[in-house]
């Protein structure tokens, strides 16, 4: 079950990667740039995609661990239960990541 001490801990792996807070729930951002935050009423993980099409295809893919709420209709972003695997869960925190992650942090990451 992923919580957001959990989350953070994955997220140390990826530099510039940082908690915030986002509409009073934390959150993880990249310069300011919103990767994923808490729902503030559902328990689900919001996580910044890069396309809506994308967000469909997960939803297609695994509907018991992705969806939407009419809020996310046209916006590329998906809900994430907190039952979603870790594996899963790190491959999708990666891509939010290094879409909005810096030149540099990429290099450090890619170097390890």
Not at 48 to 59: A, C, D, Y
Not at 85 to 96: D, G, N, Q, W, Y
Not at 98 to 105: C, E, N, S
């Amino acid at each position: 079950m992923l919580t957001f001490q959990r989350i953070e801990e994955l997220a140390g792996r990826f530099p510039g990667l940082e908690s915030s807070t986002s509409y009073g729930t934390p959150a993880l951002k990249v310069t300011k740039k919103l990767v994923l935050r808490m729902h503030q009423s559902e328990d689900a993980i919001v996580l910044i995609l890069g396309s809506v099409s994308e967000q469909k295809q997960h939803i297609e893919d695994d509907p018991m661990s992705f969806y939407i709420t009419d809020h996310y209709l046209d916006y590329p972003a998906v809900l994430i239960r907190p039952t979603v695997s870790e594996v899963t869960f790190l491959e999708l925190l990666e891509r939010s990541w290094r879409r909005v992650a810096r030149k540099q942090d990429l290099a450090i990451f890619e170097s390890r």
